[in-house]
């Protein structure tokens, strides 16, 4: 268990709608980070939080945008759903100090779009 | 040059065996190159990394060799066992100040026979 959490498990959903994703971040990490994993498209960074602020942006769609609340956790909110954002979100958090690297992954919330 | 190539996509080894998992670069910034292990269901969970000033790093049965003029680095289990069967996936990262992206190789599905 890496201590970072991530509700729901399993969302289905159809075309069209808009839909939320919450990670709660290890206890004292500061970063979250959000990645996209497809069987095309691999294990893709979407966009990284930093104490509540955008800190780097991978290849993260117009359709979606993310926040981190005050608390720290983290949520990515996905709109205007198409069959081709069916895929495991992950989120993962690191202490992002000077010489920290390690990101520990969350288990992830698999999205189906009907 | 964002890209980490990352062979072979599969490898069958029998218990005990040695596995070697390959990965390739071209982006001289990054700065940080981990090992991640998922299970079928789970998030990619953190197994050994390495920073380019060091040739290898070993943990266990797990060791990263790097090899910075080549840009390659590479993971080696040793005695491998049926429970290491797993995909794995290389990764680098760049990092500036709190920032950190990482980009991860396309993954190794292995396989460790009884």
């Known amino acids: 268990d890496s201590g970072v959490t991530q509700t729901p498990k399993h969302l289905i959903t159809a075309t069209g709608q808009r839909v939320t994703l919450r990670c709660s971040p290890r206890?004292?990490?500061?970063?979250v980070y959000w990645y996209q994993q497809s069987l095309d498209q691999g294990l893709q960074f979407l966009i990284q939080y930093y104490n509540g602020e955008e800190r780097a942006k991978g290849n993260i769609l117009e359709r979606f945008s993310a926040q981190q609340f005050p608390d720290l956790h983290s949520e990515l909110n996905l709109s205007s759903l198409e069959l081709g954002d069916s895929a495991l979100y992950f989120c993962a958090s690191s202490v992002s100090g000077a010489g920290s690297y390690e990101q520990y992954f969350g288990p992830g919330t698999r999205l189906t779009v009907t | 040059q964002q890209q980490v190539k990352q062979s072979p996509q599969s490898l069958i080894v029998q218990k005990g065996g040695i596995s070697i998992i390959n990965c390739a670069y071209e982006n001289t910034a990054f700065d940080y190159f981990p090992w991640y292990q998922q299970f079928p269901g789970k998030g990619p969970a953190l197994l050994i990394a390495i920073r380019p000033d060091v040739s290898e790093k070993k943990e266990g049965r797990f060791t990263i060799s790097f090899n910075k003029s080549a840009k390659q680095f590479s993971l080696h289990i040793m005695d491998s066992q049926p429970g290491d069967s797993a995909t794995y996936f290389c990764a680098a990262a760049i990092s500036s100040g709190s920032a950190r992206q990482l980009t991860f190789g396309s993954g190794t599905q292995l396989t460790v026979l009884p």
């Open positions: 206890s004292g990490d500061l970063s």
